[in-house]
């Protein structure tokens, strides 16, 4: 992740526990992960939790 290359590695971090959070609840995935949102909505949800 481009966080990681810049060596910002605490806001990688976050970033990293808020998408698994949404992916682990399952609400906001998108088809590829078995659900049925779009990206949009899986992002906000990404940012909602951090």
């Known amino acids: 992740m481009m966080l990681r290359c810049l060596e910002l590695e605490a806001p990688a971090d976050r970033l990293d526990r808020a998408q698994a959070e949404v992916c682990e ?20 949800a990404v940012i909602d939790a951090l």
């Open 25 to 44: 609840v399952g609400e906001h995935v998108t088809p590829d992960q078995g659900g049925a949102s779009g990206t949009e909505e899986f992002a906000t």
